[in-house]
């Protein structure tokens, strides 16, 4: 899958996960909603305050919401969601909210990026549609 996400405390690995929502036909097991729960049972609180999270895809509404809740930190992200982006599109992680999460599109490698995710989707679709 090439929607994955990983949360990083004090340099280390908390939890790591991608998306599973065809796997499990489950709409909520997007790759960054599965990491925070992974690492709220792993730090054993819901505040992931001094989490990191890096993901390959900006974030949708759903997620962006979960990371704001979740209390996380900074937020990296290697491509844009154009379609359905949480931050570029619906500005869900908006400055005036109880709580603040900065972000960051990794920029260095966005057209390659965009188009492995691409074509991973086509892929998955064209094969989908010749079952």
């Known amino acids: 899958m090439p929607v994955g996400a990983v949360i990083i405390k004090n340099n280390k690995v908390v939890a790591k996960c991608y998306n599973k929502r065809e796997k499990n036909q489950i709409a909520t097991h997007h790759a960054e909603i599965l990491a925070i729960q992974k690492a709220c049972k792993?730090?054993?609180?819901?505040?992931?305050?001094?989490?990191?999270?890096?993901?390959?895809?900006?974030p949708c509404p759903m997620c962006a919401g979960a990371i704001i809740n979740a209390r996380i930190k900074n937020l990296y992200y290697a491509a844009i969601d154009e379609t359905n982006g949480g931050i570029s599109r619906f500005k869900i992680l908006d400055k005036t909210l109880?709580?603040?999460?900065?972000?960051?599109?990794?920029?260095?490698?966005?057209?390659?990026?965009?188009?492995?995710?691409?074509?991973?989707?086509?892929?998955?679709?064209?094969?989908?549609?010749?079952?």
Not at 47 to 57: A, E, I, P, S
């Open 42 to 58: 792993k730090l054993k609180s819901w505040r992931l305050d001094n989490c990191d999270m890096y993901v390959t895809l900006e």
């Open 98 to 131: 109880n709580h603040t999460t900065n972000y960051q599109h990794i920029a260095e490698h966005q057209e390659k990026n965009k188009l492995l995710i691409q074509k991973f989707f086509k892929e998955k679709r064209k094969n989908h549609i010749s079952k």
